[in-house]
C-alpha cells in the first residue's frame, strides 16, 4: 500500500527511500503494533525561514527597525516550529535573534542618555574651535591691511578682501570661514584720498550653532569681542579680547 509524502504529498511506495518528485529522503514510522496499516513516510525536518530572517535580523542592528523584525519574526519562528510536530527546526536560530532584537531595544536609553551629554559637548567644542579660527583669521587680515597700505602708500587701505589675496588664504577672501562671516568696512579716505582707517568683523553664520561671540579689531590691530555675537556692538561697545 502506498503512502504520501510528507514534503510534497506524492505517492511513495514502502521501499522507496527518496521521494520521486521532490527528491527528500524520507524516513518511517512504524505502525502500531497489530495494525494493518503501511509505514508512514516522514520527511526529516526543515529549518523554519522565519526563524532565520529573525536571526540575519538581529545582527543587521544597523539598519532601523531591524531588531523589531527579529524580535516579530523570532516569535513567529517560535510559534510555528511548536506547531509543526517535528517538520520544522531552528528554534535556536529564533530565540537567538528574539536575545539580540531584546538586546538593542536595552541599548537605546543608554544611546541616548549617551547622545544627550555628548552632543552638546560636541557643540560647545566645536563652536570653542570657529572662535579660535575667527580670532586667528581678524589677525591675518590686520597684518595683510598693514602690509597692503605699505605697498599701496598712496591709496592706503582696503575693503575689499579680494585685495589681500597675496596675503590670507582663499577661504579667508571669500567671507566665510569656519563658521564665521569676515567683512571690511570703515575704509574712508583723506582730503588726499589715502584711506587711513578700516575696521574688520567677524560674526557666526548661526547664532549659537556656529559659534556665540563676534570679534572685531581696526587700524589700531586691537582685538575686541561683543558676547552678543553681533558685529555693530562690537565695533561700538566690544571689549578687548584678553
Request: hydrophobic letters at 45%; one cysteine or more.
Given at each position: 500500500m502506498?503512502?504520501?509524502c510528507?514534503?510534497?504529498?506524492?505517492?511513495?511506495?514502502?521501499?522507496?527511500?527518496?521521494?520521486?518528485?521532490?527528491?527528500?529522503?524520507?524516513?518511517?514510522?512504524?505502525?502500531?503494533?497489530?495494525?494493518?496499516?503501511?509505514?508512514?513516510?516522514?520527511?526529516?525536518?526543515?529549518?523554519?525561514?522565519?526563524?532565520?530572517?529573525?536571526?540575519?535580523?538581529?545582527?543587521?542592528?544597523?539598519?532601523?527597525?531591524?531588531?523589531?523584525?527579529?524580535?516579530?519574526?523570532?516569535?513567529?519562528?517560535?510559534?510555528?516550529?511548536?506547531?509543526?510536530a517535528?517538520?520544522?527546526?531552528?528554534?535556536?536560530?529564533?530565540?537567538?535573534?528574539?536575545?539580540?532584537?531584546?538586546?538593542?531595544?536595552?541599548?537605546?536609553?543608554?544611546?541616548?542618555?549617551?547622545?544627550?551629554?555628548?552632543?552638546?559637548?560636541?557643540?560647545?567644542?566645536?563652536?570653542?574651535?570657529?572662535?579660535?579660527?575667527?580670532?586667528?583669521?581678524?589677525?591675518q587680515?590686520?597684518?595683510?591691511?598693514?602690509?597692503?597700505?605699505?605697498?599701496?602708500?598712496?591709496?592706503?587701505?582696503?575693503?575689499?578682501?579680494?585685495?589681500?589675496?597675496?596675503?590670507?588664504d582663499?577661504?579667508?577672501?571669500?567671507?566665510?570661514?569656519?563658521?564665521?562671516?569676515?567683512k571690511?568696512?570703515?575704509?574712508?579716505?583723506?582730503?588726499?584720498?589715502?584711506?587711513?582707517?578700516?575696521?574688520?568683523?567677524?560674526?557666526?553664520?548661526?547664532?549659537?550653532?556656529?559659534?556665540?561671540?563676534?570679534?572685531?579689531?581696526?587700524?589700531?590691530?586691537?582685538?575686541?569681542?561683543?558676547?552678543?555675537?553681533?558685529?555693530?556692538?562690537?565695533?561700538?561697545?566690544?571689549?578687548?579680547?584678553?
Amino acid at each position: 500500500m502506498a503512502s504520501l509524502c510528507a514534503a510534497c504529498g506524492n505517492s511513495v511506495a514502502a521501499e522507496d527511500r527518496f521521494c520521486r518528485v521532490c527528491g527528500r529522503a524520507l524516513t518511517y514510522i512504524a505502525p502500531a503494533a497489530g495494525s494493518n496499516l503501511p509505514l508512514a513516510p516522514r520527511s526529516p525536518p526543515v529549518t523554519s525561514g522565519k526563524a532565520t530572517a529573525s536571526f540575519v535580523c538581529g545582527l543587521l542592528f544597523f539598519i532601523p527597525l531591524a531588531f523589531v523584525a527579529a524580535i516579530v519574526l523570532g516569535h513567529l519562528a517560535l510559534s510555528e516550529i511548536r506547531k509543526s510536530a517535528g517538520r520544522l527546526k531552528g528554534e535556536g536560530l529564533a530565540i537567538a535573534g528574539l536575545v539580540l532584537g531584546y538586546a538593542w531595544i536595552l541599548t537605546i536609553p543608554v544611546i541616548l542618555i549617551v547622545a544627550a551629554i555628548a552632543i552638546p559637548n560636541l557643540l560647545r567644542a566645536r563652536m570653542a574651535a570657529n572662535e579660535s579660527s575667527a580670532v586667528a583669521g581678524i589677525r591675518q587680515i590686520n597684518v595683510a591691511e598693514a602690509a597692503y597700505s605699505n605697498e599701496h602708500s598712496n591709496g592706503g587701505y582696503t575693503c575689499s578682501l579680494s585685495d589681500l589675496s597675496s596675503q590670507i588664504d582663499r577661504q579667508l577672501m571669500s567671507g566665510q570661514k569656519n563658521g564665521y562671516v569676515f567683512k571690511l568696512t570703515g575704509c574712508t579716505p583723506t582730503e588726499s584720498s589715502t584711506v587711513v582707517t578700516y575696521q574688520v568683523v567677524a560674526y557666526p553664520i548661526t547664532q549659537h550653532s556656529t559659534g556665540t561671540r563676534a570679534f572685531c579689531s581696526d587700524e589700531s590691530n586691537v582685538i575686541k569681542v561683543a558676547p552678543s555675537g553681533s558685529a555693530e556692538n562690537c565695533l561700538a561697545n566690544g571689549s578687548p579680547l584678553q
